[in-house]
Every structure is written in C-alpha cells, then in structure tokens.
C-alpha cells in the first residue's frame, strides 16, 4: 500500500483549501466547542462591518479586526488539523482506487462461460480466473488451488496460495492471479466489496464517534456552557461596577476560556488513530474497535504461527543404549533427505551442524525413498543394503518387532519424557535395531516473551490457544512466559473462555482465520480477522490483517493505547493552558475599576490590548502547534496506568501550565515591538 508522507506537499495545499471548505455551517455545528468560536467570529465580524458602514465610533478598530482575524485563524486551524488527517486516509483511499481497474469477468452460468464486465457481478455468480487475470471481486475459491499477488491491497510483493476449502480460500477484487486457475463465488455485490469497504472508511467517510470520544465531547460541550454563562454574566457585572467592557473583549475571554485546544484536535486524533493501524495494514471497520483495542484486558493467541514459528524443528538426537550419538544422527539425515517437509529439512540441518554430516549424493539405481503414508506413519530410506525408517513411537516399533528385533525400554522412557516436555519424539531404526530418538519442538519466537512481560506490565493477560493436548501446551506455554493457556481447543470452549473473561468485566481480543474462528471472533470485543482466511472469519471480525499476520495483534493493542494517552494527554494540556490565559485577560479587562487586580498580571503583559491579543494568538497558535503530535501520537510505553496518569500529569499537566505563560509572554513582546497594540 502506498503510504504518503503526511507533510507531503499535495496533502497540505489538498488540506488547506478543505479548511475553508469546513467553514460551512452544517460542517462546524459537528463540533460544539468551535462552533462557538465560529459563531464568535461571525457576530464580532458583523458587529464590527455594522459599526462601521453606520459610521459608529470606530475606537480600537484595529485591534477588533486583528482579534476577529485571529479567532477565524483559530477555526481555520482546527479545521485543518482535521483535514491534515483526512488528507492521508484520501491518499491511501486513491492508492487503493488505483489497485481498482476496469476489467472483464468469466462469468459461468448453466454450464457456460461469458465475458462480462466485472461490474455487473453479482452475489453468488461464479466466474473462472487463469493466470494473468485481475480477480473481479470479493469470493470463495470453489474448485482449484493457484499463487495470487495481492500486492495491489497489502503493498506485499510476495505471491500467497490461495486454495478451495480450508482457511485460506478468500480472495479480494483487484489482486492479480499469477499461476494456474480458480473458480469464485462472488460474496459480494458491485459497490460492495472488500475494497470499497476500504476506501470508504480510510477517507473518514463513516467515521463515527466512540464512546470514550462522544463522552469526552458531552464534558467539553458542559464546559463550554459553563464558561458561556459565566462569560455572559460578566456584563451585567460591569455595568454594576461602571466598568465598559467591549463586546470584543467578552468574545476573547470566551474563547480562550472553553478547551479549543482539545477541542480542535479531538476529531483528528481519532482518525490518525485509524491511519496508524492501516499504515500496519490493519484495517480498522470502526474507531469503536481502535478503542477497545486500548482498553483490551486479555490476549488470546493462537500457538503456531503467533507464540511458535509455525513448524517444529529437530532440535536434539537422543541415541539409544548401545549407539553412538553420530551414527544416529547419520541414520536421521539418510532418512529425511526426501523428505521435503519443515521437520524433515530441519533434520538434515541439524546433523549437519552438529557433526558435519553433509547431504550425499545419491544413485538413484541403488536408492529407494520410502515416502510417509498416513497408514505406516513412518518414511525412511534403502540405500546401500540399510533399510532405515523414522516415524511415530509406536508405529515404528510394530516395524522393528516384524523385523524381529526388540523395542528398548529406554528409548519408551526417551520418549515419553519429550512428550511430557511439549516435543513430537520421531524414533529412527534400521531394520530390526533401534538407534535412537529425534527430538522435535515448537521454537518460541525470538523477542516474543520480552514482549508478553511488557503487555504483563500493562495489566493485559495473554492466553495461548492450541489444540496440543495439556502437557505440551503447558511446556510452550511457561516457555513463552505466557499467564495461561486453552489446550485441545474447539469452537466451543474459545467463545466459552471469552465469554467468562467478558462476564468478569474484561475486554478481550483474539486473532483467527477460519470460518471455525467465526463465533469467537464476532463475540471479542476486538477480533482480527486474517485476510488470507475465510470471508466468515473477515465478516465476523471489526478488524481485517491485511498481512494475515497473527502476531499483529500486539501492535493493534499499542496503537489502541496510544490512541487513548494522546487523547487523555491533550485533554490535560488543554485544560491545563487556560490557566495563563485567565491571567492575561482578566486582570486586562478589570483593572481599570479594580486596580488591585493588576497583582494578577504576573506576566507584566504591556497592555490590556495586548495582554488579549496574546492570549487570543496563543490560543489558536498552540492548536497548529499539535497537529503532529495528535497525527502521530503521544510516545506508546509499555507501563502500567497508574504510572501513565503521573507521567502525563508532569509533562502535560505541567507543560500545559508553564508553556502558555512563556509563549503569551513572547507574543506580547513581539506585539509591543511591531506596534500592533
């Protein structure tokens, strides 16, 4: 996927003019707390035109257009910070609409096959795709197995299999076919598909607002009447006191009071929370997901692929009594070097590292590979005279009685103790002899158990799904530092687990790709679904993995927190900057009738006019100011909310009681020095 610089040049002047596009007002009435900026402006501006045009006292005009001017910059930034954000997920929105083209389908109908546009497909049409052929929309293989580049959605030029039946036979509209041939059912309609659904939601078309957003909103919107009507009152109060307080002052006060920092920023935090997931191909259906994500409780992995590196390796050669270890290892490589499996290659491997033994070159008139078959459970090799098989304990053994040999009781025990440890034991014997065990292993990832004891700082517990039976899984399980595990899983126990998580009030999210996955994925409050699974699984799921990686899940769960310490760090500092702005206009708008107030101008700001003219600059400054912190994000660290909320109230809290009164300051001077005020 094309992923564009945010500060890319079209971007910005795209943003820009989206800024003034924003001024409409059925577009500012959406945000409650500047659509009082935005009524501010507009009554100031006219107010002043009137005035004006009737040729009242034009007294401080100057300064009157310069506040207006500022408090329209004010909407205009905020505006833009939310077109900024918007114009990234447009980029994106195009990059997919170029993965788009207009091509014909192999429509089948009664035995037939017509060419027909894409565009005309229909649910449950099947359509024939060869090799070469764009995939004409969303569907389930039916028949046939074939490579296909999904690069146009994933940005991944690595070519997948995709295949009937099983997990992995969904494909999307748009990807190319690179080899054999397939047969579709359309799963969705024209308008409808996979990539649509895309473009829609990465251009903010559907973006609705979560509940952590709207509640935030609902106590911006009561603080902003709250300021309103302190701010309103404040007339009459001056008329009492014999104090002129013009409609200008009242208007910066206002403004400065309500939270316009947050305010501005709020909606584009949550759509750059919903970029940085796609930046990570994840593809978010809704910032209610994005959310929960942050707020997830419990992990649930899936075992291969995720905690494991998918395919157990050779990992040690236990000999028999009697047997050197070197001749077993001989005996182990001859006997997997046609087998073309991850374990059998990893056998070869592994003999090869530890005693050097190198792959031989075999006749093929005196060599006879005896392949694995699922009723001898065994393979192996004739060479030379040897007749060498490995295969599964017991299978094995009934192959070394037959031959009329004997079965040792140590290499039982060996294997036993591999099982117990969460290994697969492959005996190796030549003909009537046992030589000894090959020890097989799930590898735990590297790096995957430093990153389970961060999520443990986190307060979140990670549970590992696998259908091994409880021994094994309890091996991999303590291997991988992880805090549970669900062996010999079903459909059945999953949606049973998360559902007794959930009664306990904790927020759950598990990763899945099969239609088997379905009820557990719709029941978790954030199920990623795998893209290259089936479309049960991607419909079940609020999010779709577009690199059907399952270790994903980890990063979806930082960005969902890092969504909510941006949001709860520029709520801090935005309430936290008003304090300086009450010190500069307060004290500027009475100290003419109550002169003691003059001890709160700490600041020592040089006027009235410019003691308001810098908080109103100020204000609508420090919006633009973090716009790249509300795109980016506020620095995600794995440590637990109680030592977040300090961190955050030192940096933001502080920050946002100190900067403010440095930058007012600043401004003033720079008023007083190029004589605005």
């Known amino acids: 996927m094309n992923k564009k610089n945010t500060w890319n040049q079209a971007i910005v002047i795209a943003a820009i003019k989206d800024s003034f596009r924003k001024l409409k007002l059925n577009t500012q009435i959406k945000n409650p707390v500047m659509f009082v900026v935005y009524v501010g402006a507009i009554f100031l501006s006219c107010l002043t035109l009137v005035r004006v045009v009737l040729g009242q006292s034009a ?42 083209v207009n091509t014909k ?20 049409d099947v359509v024939l795709i060869e090799s070469g052929d764009v995939i004409p929309g969303d569907g389930e293989i039916v028949e046939g197995m074939a490579s296909v580049d999904e690069s146009a959605v994933t940005g991944e030029s690595a070519p997948v299999i995709r295949e009937a039946g099983g997990d992995r036979s969904s494909v999307t509209g748009g990807t190319v076919l690179l080899s054999d041939w397939i047969k579709v059912r359309i799963t969705a309609n024209a308008g409808e598909t996979f990539l649509d659904h895309m473009i829609s939601l990465v251009e903010g078309a559907k973006r609705k607002k979560t509940p952590n957003e709207i509640a935030l909103t609902i106590l911006l919107v009561g603080l902003t009447i709250i300021f309103l009507i302190a701010v309103t009152t404040l007339e009459p109060f001056a008329i009492y006191s014999q104090t002129v307080i013009p409609a200008v002052s009242l208007v910066a006060l206002l403004v400065c009071l309500i939270p316009t920092t947050i305010g501005g920023l709020l909606s584009s935090i949550g759509i750059a929370g919903m970029d940085r997931l796609l930046k990570r191909n994840v593809l978010a259906m809704s ?17 291969t692929g995720t905690i494991t590196l998918g395919n157990r390796m050779a990992s040690n050669f236990v000999p028999a009594m009697g047997v050197d270890e070197q001749e077993l290892a001989d005996a182990a490589q001859l006997s997997s070097l046609a087998d073309e499996t991850p ?75 591999i099982a117990k440890e969460g290994g697969t034991p492959l005996v190796v014997a030549q ?58 899983a079903t459909p059945e126990t999953k949606l049973k687990m998360i559902r007794d998580y959930q009664s306990k009030g904790m927020l759950v999210a598990m990763t899945g790709d099969g239609t088997n996955d379905a009820p557990a994925l719709a029941q978790a409050d954030v199920g990623v679904a795998m893209n290259s699974g089936t479309q049960a699984a991607k419909e079940a799921g609020n999010m779709v993995d577009l690199d059907s990686n399952p270790t994903k899940l980890i990063e979806v769960v930082e960005i969902g927190k890092q969504l909510l310490m941006t949001r709860g760090s520029l709520t801090t500092f935005s309430i936290a900057n008003d304090v300086a702005k009450y ?9 003419g009738a109550y002169p003691v107030l003059g001890a709160l101008n700490i600041m020592h700001l040089a006027t009235p006019e410019s003691a308001i003219l ?63 005020a």
């Not at 500022?70 to 195009?94: C, D, H, P, S």
């Not at 961060?454 to 091994?468: A, H, N, Q, S, Y």
């Not at 795109?631 to 961190?647: M, Q, S």
């Open 59 to 100: 007294e401080h005009l100057g300064f009157t257009i310069q506040v207006i001017v500022w408090l329209w910059f004010t909407v205009l930034f905020a505006n833009f910070a939310e077109a900024i954000a918007e114009g990234r997920g447009k980029a994106q929105a195009q990059a997919l609409r170029d993965a788009r």
């Open 287 to 303: 910032g209610r997901a994005v959310e929960a994500a942050g707020d997830v409780s419990v992990l649930l992995l899936d075992k």
């Open 614 to 676: 810098s908080a109103v600059i100020f204000n609508a400054l420090i919006i633009i100011a973090l716009v790249p912190l509300s795109l980016k994000g506020v620095a995600y660290e794995p440590i637990g909310a109680a030592a977040i909320l300090r961190k955050n109230l030192l940096i933001y809290g502080l920050g946002g009681l100190i900067v403010p009164f440095v930058g007012i300051k600043i401004i003033d001077m720079l008023i007083v020095l190029l004589g605005l």
């Open 583 to 591: 010190f500069a206009i307060i004290p500027a708008m009475f100290m």
């Open 343 to 417: 374990e059998g290659r990893s056998i070869v491997i592994l003999a090869k590292k530890k005693y050097n033994l190198r792959e031989r070159q075999l006749s093929a008139s005196e060599t006879e590979f005896v392949p694995f078959t699922a009723q001898t459970r065994m393979s192996g090799i004739n060479w030379q005279g040897r007749e060498i098989r490995k295969g599964a304990m017991d299978a094995v053994k009934k192959y070394v009685e037959k031959n009329g040999g004997h079965f040792p009781d140590d290499v039982q025990f060996f294997c036993e103790a």
């Open 431 to 488: 003909k009537d002899k046992v030589l000894g065990v090959i020890q097989l292993k799930d590898i735990v990832k590297r790096g995957i158990k430093e990153r389970f004891c961060e999520l443990r700082k986190m307060g979140i517990k990670t549970v590992m799904i696998t259908g091994d039976n409880p021994l094994t899984a309890a091996a991999i399980a303590a291997e991988a530092g992880m805090d549970d595990f669900l062996a010999e």
């Open 105 to 124: 389908a192999k429509k089948i109908a009664a035995g037939k096959q017509e060419i027909v546009d894409a565009t005309t497909l229909k649910k449950n």
